[in-house]
């Protein structure tokens, strides 16, 4: 992928993510656990 | 290989670092915390009056939701009866992520310790002071093995103990705000 379509693509696969983390409740809170896992398994 | 790899490293990069700032403004000035992400102040629910209940029943509550009263932020905690009192702990206090998460656990050491918990929807008015004496985390440590780690067997209530006793685990006792 060239330099500019790969700017394009994370523009906006990026926005699409925040609409959903936004408006899909369900979405955040699966993306918030799948932090907390990783963060519990990781820390100290 | 190495180009499409770094490019979906980056991608990753950005979507973490959306995530992180997405959610937390989202929840900043909520009514409570979301499950990783800190809210605001808890406004809805009863206010409890009165005696001090029975705190029993919050041996079947896996997390409650508690706030500072200043700075006016929330979070999820997990909650131990012992001896009629109710007890918090906030864990990794000498870790990196400790320093970085757990800023309500220096707040109320530090002297801010006013503090609102909600629990089953119900309002509590308390205060967090910090427990230390051996005797009381003796009980608390045992409550807390039971209910997150699995069992009271000795090995794990020593392991909770001697975290406690090297300051990796702070226990706070959520006082009534006139005791």
Not at chain 2, 17 to 33: E, M, N, R, S
Not at chain 2, 83 to 106: C, E, Q
Not at chain 2, 156 to 170: C, F, K, L, N
Request: aromatic residues 8%; hydrophobic residues 45%; negative net charge.
């Amino acid at each position: 992928m060239t330099t500019r379509h790969y700017l394009i693509t994370m523009l906006a696969v990026t926005a699409l993510w925040v609409v959903a983390l936004l408006t899909v409740p369900p979405f955040a809170r699966l993306v918030e656990q799948l932090m907390l896992w990783f963060l519990s398994t990781n820390a100290g | 290989m190495l180009r499409i790899t770094l490019q979906i490293l980056g991608l990753l990069a950005v979507l973490l670092g959306a995530t992180i700032v997405t959610l937390k403004i989202k929840h900043q000035d909520g009514d409570g915390p979301s499950i990783l992400f800190p809210g605001g102040a808890l406004v809805s629910g009863e206010l409890h009056e009165g005696p001090e209940p029975d705190w029993g029943f919050t041996d079947d509550v896996y997390v409650i939701e508690l706030q500072l009263e200043n700075p006016p932020t929330s979070r999820r905690i997990f909650v131990m009866e012992s001896d009629g009192r109710l007890f918090v702990p906030s864990g990794y206090m000498r870790s990196f992520l400790g320093r970085l998460w757990k800023d309500w656990a220096f707040e109320a050491d530090a002297g801010r310790s006013l503090a609102v918990a909600r629990i089953d929807g119900v309002r509590y008015e308390r205060r967090l002071v910090r427990v230390t004496d051996p005797e009381i985390v003796d009980g608390v440590a045992v409550k807390m093995a039971e209910k997150y780690a699995g069992g009271a067997q000795p090995d794990t209530v020593a392991q909770i103990e001697r975290s406690i006793a090297d300051g990796d685990t702070w226990i706070f006792e959520l006082a009534p705000r006139d005791a």
